[in-house]
Nanobody, 124 residues
Framework: QVQVVESGGGLVQAGGSLRLSCVAS????????MGWFRQAPGKEREFVAG????????YYADSVKGRFTVSRDNAKNTVYLQMNSLQPEDTAVYYC?????????????????WGQGTQVTVSS
């Protein structure tokens, strides 16, 4: 089975940074894409950023564009989400997800494999 594990969450002051990591085992990542999502209490799960594995192409939600960067490390088979200039509105559980279609998709329902999430809390 595919297993997805994200890590790196924590507590940070507004304006600070965190770097999340995501490792998926049990699969290869050619012709596949990874997505980062987040969900705050009482809110719907929303797309944050995505990466097309074969090309490194990235795409970002407007709310994080210019502040967050998604990248890959082929040797480590790992995807990262670098989060800078964090604000309290970024507080949420962040999830890494994987799917096998060779394109970036922004709907949570398009992803087949999910991690358990990592909490990011930004204090004002």
């Amino acid at each position: 089975q595919v297993q997805v594990v994200e890590s790196g969450g924590g507590l940070v002051q507004a304006g600070g940074s965190l770097r999340l990591s995501c490792v998926a085992s049990g699969r290869t990542f050619s012709n596949a894409a990874m997505g980062w999502f987040r969900q705050a209490p009482g809110k719907e799960r929303e797309f944050v950023a995505g990466l097309r594995w074969s090309t490194g192409t990235t795409y970002y939600a407007d709310s994080v564009k210019g502040r967050f960067t998604v990248s890959r490390d082929n040797a480590k088979n790992t995807v990262y989400l670098q989060m800078n200039s964090l604000q309290p509105e970024d507080t949420a559980v962040y999830y890494c997800a994987a799917q096998r279609v060779n394109r970036i998709l922004i709907s949570a329902g398009a992803y087949d494999y999910w991690g358990q999430g990592t909490q990011v809390t930004v204090s004002s």
